[in-house]
């Protein structure tokens, strides 16, 4: 349900590229260094969103270093890590281990179970160290879960739970922004939630899986479908303007207003890809 929240790279300058990949690759050494190397199959650029909004929002001290790794063993790579980066793999992790056992509840599939295995024993300290955030994903998945069992043919219900699990996700500290950034959280999470039903459409109805706007009854209508997306990512950027971001703005900006809605499209004309294709940008 995840891999929308990502930048439009040809609309990024080449500094804002680098920088860009300078906190994906921050992010995937700090999955390996706390978790595992296979951990960092899991890695998603909408936690690079995620730590580029809070590295912007809250400015800490930044460590950077220059360097190969296992999956680029030829060409070094600049790589950015701080507390928000850190935040940011903890957070991946997390997400990655309810989506697994997600689907193996759900669908019964066996790869996904054994991929939550790879994340299992590090789940009680991420349960202690994150509570609030750990609770909000598990009783949201588990209200999703319920969604799809009813067949239910309101597509704001899954999505508005879409919506609090991201609203916790993006609270990193609660302070003076907390709620902005809730509010903020609530309408990105509308937004991954109904783009992951449009473009799943055809195949759920294909595999006769549970999908929003198949329960609807209401037949293929991306016009109609296109309005919600757009007022659900409205909200959104309503609540972001309103953070006092000056690092980075710019490539949050290009994610935001442009790159969503690029990375929408390119799966809508082609189909999702497999995760691993993104470590090759």
Known sequence: MFGFVAASLEE???????????????????????????????????????????????????????????????????????????????????????????????????????????????????????????????????????LERENCPNADAGANCFGNLMAELLVYRDDLWSDTLRQMGRGLGRFIYLADAAVDYRRDARKKKYNPFLAMETGEDWPRWEQYLVLALGRCTQYFEKLPLVQDKPILDNILYSGVWVELNRQRREGKKPQEEANDR
């Open 12 to 146: 990024l300058t080449p500094e804002e590229k680098e920088r860009y990949n300078a906190v994906y690759c921050g992010i995937c050494r700090q999955i390996r260094s706390r978790f595992s190397n296979l951990a960092r199959l899991s890695l998603s650029y909408d936690t690079t969103f995620l730590a580029l909004l809070l590295m912007s929002l809250y400015e800490p001290e930044e460590i950077r270093g220059d360097n190969a790794c296992m999956l680029h063993p030829i060409k070094h790579r600049p790589w950015v890590n701080s507390e928000c980066i850190q935040y940011a793999a903890d957070m991946n992790v997390v997400l990655a281990y309810y989506n697994l056992l997600d689907d193996w509840q759900d669908e019964g599939s066996l790869a996904a179970r054994a991929a939550a295995n790879i994340f299992a024993k590090d789940l009680p300290r991420l349960q202690r160290t994150y509570p609030r955030q750990c609770q909000a994903i598990t009783e949201n998945l588990e209200q999703l879960s319920r």
